[in-house]
């Protein structure tokens, strides 16, 4: 089997980035991987194809803008598996890290490769909740175009139980169910994690008697307006809570803003993104973890921060509900905007020092259901997930050539 990816992860570029390892382990899943990457020429890409292993390459579109991601991915995507199927033995697995974009330029190279190539989609996000649609018109076209592709694939990856929830609740006619493949988290690396001695939260903000963490993009859907108003609450209980969030994107101002108009400007702060060891530091300092999304597919931060043994308190949004559960039925989980009932959350943590202990263990026993921590495993069950395409398709011209027999 040999694979063409199509992604937006122009990491994958940068040596010793997480996301190039990843790529690597993926070369021993398969006999050749291609993987194709949206990204502007002026991202500094030179050339057509980048050797990550000897076996897996990565392919810059080197667009002119975002408009032609789409044209020049397809492009090279033709061109790959031109190559690939000059020998007619070769089965060429086509899959995309979303059914939008990505998607749209797998199942044009699929279809272009024709009856030796199936399709294989991955959903990383919660895209048939309702906020996603509101967030944007360019969300409801993805959604349209979505409902269109999926029935066309040949395998589908869902990272949650919530997104398999939503494709059985939405009447989309599949011809495979998803399969549900958590994000791989190294959880002993999380718990054994050393604090950095500049990326201590106690001592860079030794105003707070508690420090509440948020980790994400800074984009709407993430809801930090609805944090604000949380911790404004908060703060007015409990007058030294601070809140550090980290990330980077286009809501940054907006949550100073806000921030200020709220009167607790002094007790909000942006950290930029400084690395993955800078982070799990920060959860180590921290006394609680916050996310406030309207959806998310799945909720990687959560996870880290439960690992960590950092409590952490979030709307009902990808894995929250079922990973976020005590004993006796104790949640720490409130419906989307819910900023009472988060408050009412945060003030636990603050005043019982026993459940702020307690809850992290408790929570932790959970994990082995939401993530792999063994990361032979976890490429297992990826590659049964790609052969998967291949020994359902052939099982479906079975059963058809079964028909064709009996009506004989």
Known sequence: MKVISIGTDRKIFEDESAVRLRAISYGALAEEVHMIVFSKRKNGQTGER????????????????????????????????????????????????????????????????????????????????????????????????????????HGIRVVSERIATSLAKSGIILACGPSVLPIFVDIKKMQNAQILPDADLRSRYPQFNFRILMASRLSSEKDFMTAVRAVRESVMHYKKTGLIIVGDGPEKETILRRAREAGIEGHVFIEPWAGRETLLSYYKTAHLFLSTSLYEGYGMSMVEAVATGLPVVATDAGIASGLLVGTKNVTTVCPVKGVKCLFDKIRWFVEDLEFRRRFPVEVTTRLPDFSYADEADYLSRYKADWERCFVETDTDNVDASLKNEDKK
């Open 50 to 153: 980048v050797v990550i292993a000897p076996n897996v390459f990565a392919y810059p579109t080197n667009s002119f803008s975002k408009l032609t991601y789409i044209f020049d991915a397809v492009r090279i995507g033709k061109k790959i598996a031109d190559i690939i199927l000059q020998n007619n033995e070769e089965h060429v697995l086509v899959t995309a890290q979303d059914p939008f974009e990505c998607g749209y330029v797998a199942g044009k190279v699929a279809e272009y490769a024709g009856v030796k190539a199936k399709l294989h989609l991955q959903i990383h996000t919660d895209f048939l909740n309702p906020y996603f649609s509101r967030s944007s018109l360019l969300n409801r076209m993805r959604v349209y175009y979505s409902k269109r592709l999926l029935p066309e694939a």
